[in-house]
């Protein structure tokens, strides 16, 4: 008799919602993306915008590649079916992010603050994340793959349901968010910052649960 094979219910990360290939993107300039216009179908290429105010971010199909936001301050974005490649968003502060089916693709998000962020269906893919802030936030079907973590501010965050792969998490910061649902096997916690009822129902590998169960004050015999 065949044996039946389970199901898998995991819910997936749709992909944003792209045209093929760039050239159907209509190309933008700098003034007209700090215009504070609804931005739709738009390719954004190799600008700088390094430490400045934004009053207002919307954009729906867009991509961005190779654009400097480092530093820039932009109040609640609101991002949906939106790709950044090979962009630098270090010590950006996108406070209450709302990001719907955004890819983040080898980009550099050191000490990015998204305090209170709303992430539905979100990549992040080969970047450099450490430091990032994402305390008080909420992600749902998100992805973190081939990223470094390193010392991040997670606290608080709803990551239930995360796929996290080949990611580094040493050293950040993850009291009281809710892991649950979360496959951590695939990521490096040495040294997170984490309560008991933080990780129930999460998923670790053997040589993490014992790290953990001494990070916790566990005895193992």
């Not at 749709?14 to 993107?25: E, K, Q």
């Not at 190779?66 to 109040?75: D, E, K, L, M, Q």
Request: hydrophobic share 45%.
């Amino acid at each position: 008799m065949a044996l039946k094979r389970r199901k898998d219910t995991t819910p997936r990360r749709s992909p944003a919602d792209l045209p093929a290939s760039l050239d159907d993107l209509t190309l933008l300039s700098l003034d007209d993306l700090i215009a504070g216009e609804d931005l739709e179908e738009a390719l954004f290429q190799g600008l700088d915008l390094t430490g400045r105010s934004i009053p207002r971010l919307v954009a729906t199909s867009v991509v961005f590649q190779g654009v400097n936001f480092a530093g820039t301050s932009i109040r609640a974005p609101r991002l949906r079916d939106v790709r950044f490649l090979n962009c630098d968003l270090s010590n950006a502060d996108w406070r209450g992010f709302e990001a719907i089916r955004v890819e983040f693709i080898d980009c550099r998000l050191m000490g990015m603050g998204a305090a209170e962020c709303h992430w539905k269906d979100v990549l992040l893919d080969r970047c450099e994340a450490r430091y990032l802030r994402l305390n008080g936030g909420h992600t749902a079907t998100c992805e973190f793959r081939a990223s470094n973590l390193a010392e991040a501010d997670l606290r608080s965050v709803d990551l239930e349901g995360a796929i996290l792969d080949k990611v580094s998490l040493q050293k950040a910061d993850l009291s009281h968010a809710s892991l649950k649902g979360v496959d951590l096997s695939g990521a490096e916690i040495d040294e997170i910052t984490v309560y008991a009822e933080d990780v129930r129902g999460a998923s670790v590998s053997a040589p993490q649960a014992m790290d953990l169960a001494r990070l916790l004050g566990l005895t193992i015999k």
